[in-house]
């Protein structure tokens, strides 16, 4: 009795030492409104708040670090990281190296264009143009599917537009629930396109097959913040559709 008594004290502290690690967050936090990084330095945005609710709810502490959208996956695989907060979306291609979490949130594929620009109306017509995306995103997947385009990449979202502007690229594909802001406050970019992203929507990620019963208490977590009304909260809180 008493050594079973000990193995159950010892996988009991096992137990409580896993709960209470540090949970490392990778993010790139240059995709408002989702992450970025605010007036004070910090990483912010709706996937910070969201991860905050859901650590409430599941018991855990985490920590956000700084890392390109393109090297998140790799940083996560050499365990440098334990998880992706980076409005990742969840591609076939991509479940072969992560785990995702429950979707929380759905978007499209936005085509934007200089609101002078009336030669491009579809997008048959973007054969052989450059075509402006962020590194790593399901839209520079989409753009080199298109013959004969010249995609330049950009670390950013905001380097893409920047580059639209001045006329250093033809079109940007972008995230829908991203794009609709840089619409909103730039009245010379307009949408010409809006198609599906192909994924079953932003997640989060895991590595594959080492974080099954976590994953389990975060989509709890996840669908009873969804339940009672806090998701609701933040999707106001950062305008989102």
Sequence with gaps: MRNLFKIFVA???LSVAL???????????????????????KIAGFDIDLI????????????????????????L?????????????????????????????????LYLKLANNDKIVSKEQLNNLK???????????VAHSIKGAR??????????IMNLKAKKVDVVIVDSSVGF??????????????ESDGSDG???????GKNSEFLNKFNAALKEIKDNGTYDKLLVKYDLK
């Design 202 to 208: 932003f997640s989060f990620a895991f590595n594959k």
């Design 131 to 141: 075509i402006g995306v962020m590194l790593g995103t399901v839209q520079e997947s």
């Design 19 to 41: 709960n209470a690690k540090e949970i490392i967050i990778g993010s790139d936090a240059e995709y408002p409104p989702f992450d970025y990084i605010d007036e004070n330095g």
């Design 52 to 75: 905050d609710e859901i650590s409430k709810v599941a018991g855990f502490e985490y920590k956000f670090i700084k890392i390109g959208f393109d090297a998140l996956i790799p940083a």
């Design 181 to 194: 802001g840089y619409l909103n406050k730039n009245r010379d970019i307009v949408n010409f396109l809006e």
């Design 77 to 109: 695989k050499a365990g440098k990281i334990d998880m992706i907060a980076a409005s990742m979306s969840a591609t076939n291609e991509r479940k072969k190296s992560v785990d995702f979490s429950d979707p929380y949130f759905f978007t499209k594929n």
């Design 151 to 160: 995609v330049i990449p950009t670390e950013g979202i905001a380097g893409s």
């Design 11 to 13: 996988i009991f502290c």
